[in-house]
């Protein structure tokens, strides 16, 4: 397999480590979002992804975009070690969770938002800045509600095993405090993310850790 990615996107570092969780063996195949206007953008890998967005799986010629369907492919082709919990109620859960991050929180701080708010709608590096920690504030705020409030919380999002939501979660804190947000009205996610910081499979999916890092 093949994983289209960026470093510093979080829609990409999910997939890493939903591939790093499973034990699959990938290859990375790096996507500059910045360079030369773009690498998203280029003719070339719209072809691969008519989206022009990472991440990007290549199954042996089979090609699928958007991390949560990779993630979901990657549970229904590969089930063991699952990411999902095994009754309905419980995916529901995870399913909640995750997609209140990739759904509600990324979109709004995603590179290509940000970059209309500044070159199109003027904004300065102050106001984006406030935009992006407003929104990843509030969206935390919420997960932070979700995981406190269940007894289905332990270690981990859901129970003693990551998966699913953490995926999604490590990332998104991740991104927020590269941009200084709040953590002190987050114990449960920055208890959950240090415990995800103790596994491989977190570490050799963090951003610091990729072929194209700049950190």
Known sequence: MKLYSYFRSSAAYRVRIALNLKG??????PVHLLKG?????????RAINPTALVPTLDDDGFLVGQSL???EYLEETHPEPALLPGDPRGRARVRAIAQSIACDIHPLNNLRVLKYLKHELK???ASRDAWYRHWVQN??????AMLAGSSDTGRYCHGDRPGYADACLVPQLANARRLGCDESALPTIVRIDAACAELPA???????NQPDSEA
């Open 24 to 29: 699959l063996a990938y290859d990375i195949v």
């Open 37 to 45: 206007g773009g690498q998203q953008l280029s003719d070339s890998y």
């Open 69 to 71: 369907a990779i993630m």
């Open 123 to 125: 904004a300065d590096d």
């Open 139 to 144: 969206g935390l705020a919420a997960i932070e």
């Open 202 to 208: 977190f570490q050799q999916a963090a951003p610091a």
